[in-house]
């Protein structure tokens, strides 16, 4: 069975910065690009970054572009994202995916597996 666990969310103030995790099990990690997804209330869920197989291509979308950084541990079968320069529009539960694929994608439909997801609160 895939499970893959976010951590690492919590309430912090802007500017601050928070590490997400995203423990992966039951599926052979290497074979996945990653993702990760936020969904603000009351906003559909959006692209935040990506990462390939092997962690040699990131994507990221322009909002969090030079403040977030993807990264991956094959050998933890571990995801992380590394968040900086917090800001209150960041606040949003924030998910990961998995997707069998070499690159990952902007676009949730094409991801297979999803975790149960993890709140991210930015206060002003």
């Known amino acids: 069975q895939v499970q893959l666990v976010e951590s690492g969310g919590g309430l912090v103030q802007a500017g601050g910065s928070l590490r997400l995790s995203c423990a992966a099990s039951?599926?052979?990690?290497?074979?996945?690009?990653m993702g990760w997804f936020r969904q603000a209330p009351g906003k559909e869920r959006e692209f935040v970054a990506s990462?390939?197989?092997?962690?040699?291509?990131?994507y990221y979308a322009d909002s969090v572009k030079g403040r977030f950084t993807i990264s991956r541990d094959n050998a933890k079968n571990t995801v992380y994202l590394q968040m900086n320069s917090l800001k209150p529009e960041d606040t949003a539960v924030y998910y990961c995916?998995?997707?069998?694929?070499?690159?990952?994608?902007?676009?949730?439909?094409?991801?297979?597996?999803w975790g149960q997801g993890t709140q991210v609160t930015v206060s002003s």
């Open positions: 995916a998995a997707v069998s694929s070499v690159i990952g994608s902007s676009r949730s439909d094409d991801y297979h597996y």
């Open positions: 039951g599926v052979i990690f290497s074979r996945y690009a």
């Open positions: 990462i390939s197989r092997t962690g040699g291509r990131t």
